[in-house]
């Protein structure tokens, strides 16, 4: 079955760490350009960061800009983002999302359940 | 603020036909065929229902068509069903340091 799966949200405190996963099963990992979209509470999507399928290409929102680190790992059929410096504004479900293109489409055809962060004290 | 502008609301009844609308500019919108559309039932996932304007997935009804004129890019369903409702969502590339912009989403209410 084509999917993804995300895994790690949780409850962190503001300044704190936390790292999602994103497993993909049923296609060709590697082929894709993936991506972090994420919805606050009761809000609307808001794009995160971009990963070429050959790790060439990373772009950020400016709000997560030089907090966030979108990663991957092809040989594990893995995406990765590393959230440091944490704020209560960053308090959303994170979907892991995938892009047909292998640079950009900028679209997403697949998109896992997601995984949801609280940051809160 | 969202960077693309939808209404917030959009309703009908079965069977009629509706149009939700995704302003923008000229660095998103109105510069590039990248466009796409996104329905979202409450505590689901999204799901992409148009992409580059106006092409669709394979598995998504006909019913849904996209279009776009100068900076502003339509959704339109037809023949409404109950199942349509559901929050929708516009996304562009922007030439901006943002690469995407979504709109803030419009809850389609069928009657």
């Known amino acids: 079955e084509v999917q993804l799966v995300e895994s790690g949200g949780g409850l962190v405190k503001p300044g704190g760490s936390l790292r999602l996963s994103c497993a993909a099963s049923?296609?060709?990992?590697?082929?894709?350009?993936m991506n972090w979209v994420r919805q606050a509470p009761g809000k609307g999507l808001e794009w995160v960061s971009s990963i070429s399928s050959s790790s060439s290409y990373i772009y950020y929102a400016d709000s997560v800009k030089g907090r966030f680190t979108i990663s991957r790992d092809n040989a594990k059929n893995s995406l990765y983002l590393q959230m440091n410096s944490l704020r209560a504004e960053d308090t959303a479900v994170y979907y892991c999302?995938?892009?047909?293109?292998?640079?950009?489409?900028?679209?997403?055809?697949?998109w896992g359940r997601g995984t949801l962060v609280t940051v809160s004290s | 603020q969202s960077a693309l502008t939808q209404p917030a609301s959009v309703s009908g009844s079965p069977g009629q036909s509706i149009t939700i609308s995704c302003t923008g500019t000229s660095s998103d919108v109105g510069g590039y065929n990248y466009v796409s559309w996104y329905q979202q039932h409450p505590g689901k996932a999204p799901k992409l229902m148009i992409y580059?304007?106006?092409n669709r997935p394979s598995g998504v009804s006909n019913r849904f068509s996209g279009s776009k004129s100068g900076n502003t890019a339509s959704l339109t369903i037809s023949g409404l069903q109950a199942e349509d409702e559901a929050d929708y969502y516009c996304s562009s590339y922007t030439s901006s340091s943002t690469n995407v912009v979504f709109g803030g989403g419009t809850k389609l209410t069928v009657l």
């Open positions: 580059e304007v106006s």
């Open positions: 049923g296609f060709t990992f590697s082929s894709y350009s």
């Open positions: 999302a995938r892009d047909p293109g292998a640079t950009f489409g900028w679209y997403f055809d697949l």
